[in-house]
């Protein structure tokens, strides 16, 4: 079964613009991380948050975590047209500890136009 | 795609027909993860190894098995293809210990038909 939904399944914007993805699980996690796959290709890990953590930078991403709402939230600053691809949440969740699965959220398209 | 490999990167084969996909990884992980990707439903996991010979199932298992006999190759099998199981399907590796990333191989295009 999915953990994750994310919103909005597709986003356009123009470059420059900020882009802001959003993710809602369902049971209790250790951690929570996004992934981007551009087209044709494999996933590849963008940041990780931890359930203490309530928020996270890496360059032009920032990552929010609001464990009592079940939700967090992928910040892209000045995007690029490189940026255009799919983003995913995906979530660990403490039953998951043992086997280190990650449970996928279905994905937001993200089109940045030039 | 932090040295993972998938054989083959494309197939076409016919209901009924037994199926192997391999993947393959260079950089001594301890965790192996072998998911389907499919329009709207993202990634689910079929099964994975969390060492040589030391498999279970995740939560699409019905219908895939798997092998690992050395810590870099990690086989998902269709043992008699149906169309429901078109789809691509990703590997990934896990270094266990304090690392929680997955890195996931390139894919592979399946359709049965």
């Known amino acids: 079964s999915q953990q994750g939904e994310e919103d909005p399944q597709a986003l356009s914007i123009q470059e420059g613009e900020n882009a802001t993805m959003n993710c809602s699980y369902k049971t209790s996690i250790n951690n929570l991380q996004w992934y981007r796959q551009n087209s044709g290709r494999g996933l590849v890990h963008l940041i990780l948050?931890?359930?203490?953590?309530r928020e996270k930078h890496s360059g032009r991403l920032r990552v929010t975590l609001d464990t009592s709402k079940k939700s967090s939230s992928l910040l892209i600053t000045a995007s690029r047209a490189a940026d255009t691809a799919s983003y995913f949440c995906?979530?660990?969740?403490?039953?998951?500890?043992?086997?280190?699965?990650?449970?996928f959220g279905s994905g937001t398209r993200l089109q940045v136009q030039p | 795609d932090a040295g993972i490999t998938q054989s083959p990167r494309h197939k076409v084969t016919e209901t009924g027909t037994p199926v192997t996909l391999r993947c393959h990884q260079t950089e001594n992980h301890r965790y192996m993860y072998w998911y389907r990707q499919d329009p709207g439903h993202g990634l689910r996991l079929i099964h994975y190894?969390?060492?040589?010979?030391?498999?279970d199932k995740g939560e699409v298992s019905d219908g895939y098995s798997v092998s690992r006999s050395k810590t870099e190759d990690f086989l998902l099998t269709l043992e008699s293809a149906t169309s429901s199981q078109t789809s691509v399907y990703f590997c990934a590796t896990q270094a266990g210990g304090q690392g929680e990333t997955q890195y996931f191989g390139p894919g592979t295009r399946l359709l049965v038909l």
């Open positions: 995906a979530t660990v969740g403490f039953m998951d500890m043992g086997r280190r699965a990650l449970t």
């Open positions: 190894s969390y060492g040589v010979k030391d498999t």
């Open positions: 948050i931890r359930s203490n953590e």
